[in-house]
């Protein structure tokens, strides 16, 4: 499938949404991210709705105006319900279509402003959930730099295991436990054991941390048994989000071995309420490639349309405030700055790694992309890197430092992708804060 821009990519494209065409704006005309909302404070159903400037297009409401027929009216119908998840199982084809109605309903000069304009609802008086049924959830470990950096940590001779570079490593977390922007995070408990402890004890997490990651969903699913080609991996995404996905470290340094992460990894993950649609993202597409010194990818794994366009540049950021921060009236402070494009791994490779054994994918399944670092101390995506395990306290304004998260501190992750030869686009934000 070549992702290739149509007029919807336009960069010279404006709206009559006034608010879309602010410089600033996360939600030009060029975006169109869906979401599932309703009125703040209302006993309303959650629907879905797409954002343009500050505003939300409540798609129930243009769906009871009938202005459109066949399969696209069948299309705002469907992201009418409580979640996106019938609309995602459509496929590309059906998805496009409506960003494409969409695109031109809500241009300058559209025939369609009179009508739509009283489907929209300002974002600051609507409350948002969770835009579909996460059915599953699975975390890989994709950036290169990160798992370098943690490795060091523990292992500083031999820092990447052997199969790191051979295959997208992930596992199974739980989606029961994902939460849209805006919660608080009730600080975990579970066994903890230091290196001079006799034996565990009971208590709460002390080593709380955060995990820059990107969120991908899953639309149009796969059969039982039928692994998906690479060729065919990315007509499955319907789109991405930006996603922390808290870990308890010193929970996580006790019971890993040999099963991996439990308790530390399934207390809490936040993800931001809108979807980018991977339609959305075709201009900020990359190439991607292999270091001429490491291991090619094997056949199933590789393509000439990944190494064409596989990578994509997301940029991340991460920052938090602290209760006294916020008290102060101190602005959050930026901890990581870094960019999806160098993952060690693409979507696709994810896509087509996790069904290669024939495990069936289903609409509203959920990736992590694993924390993702740069090569740098101001790109790294959690605490555990940028205090070198705890080691190295950061300093924060006030005079407070942090080694991990402390109750009341709020993290803050935000995206955006940027090309000279398109519009910006935002995600967004994934917000939350840590309780007691």
Known sequence: ????????HDPSLSSWVESANAANTDFPIQNLPFAVFRRRGSDEGFRGGVAIGDQVLDLAAVAALELYDGTLQQSLLDCSQPALNLFMSRGAER???LRLALSRALRAGSPRQAALHACLLPM???????PCRIGDYTDFYTSIHHATNVGRLFRPDNPLLPNYKWIP?????????IEVSGHEVRRPCGQLKGPDDDSPRFGPCQRLDYELEV???IGEGNGLGEPIPIERAERHVFGYCVFNDWSARDIQAWEYVPLGPFLAKNFASTVSPWIVTQEALIPFRRPWSRDAD???PLEYLDSAQNRAQGALDIRLEVAMDTRAMRDQGQPPQRLGLSSFVDSYWTTAQMVAHHTVNGCNLQPGDF?????????????LGSLLELTRGGKQPIELPGGETRRFLEDGDRVIMRAWCEAEDARRIGFGSAEATVSG
């Open 215 to 217: 969120g991908i969903y």
């Open 294 to 296: 490491d291991p090619q």
């Open 169 to 177: 490593i992930g596992y199974h977390g739980r989606s029961s436990s």
């Open 95 to 97: 998805w496009s279509e």
């Open 367 to 379: 990736f992590g992309s694993g924390t993702q670092s740069g090569d740098s101390d101001d790109a």
């Open 1 to 8: 499938m070549k992702l290739e821009r149509n007029e919807t």
């Open 124 to 130: 600051d008086a609507v409350e948002y959930r969770l």
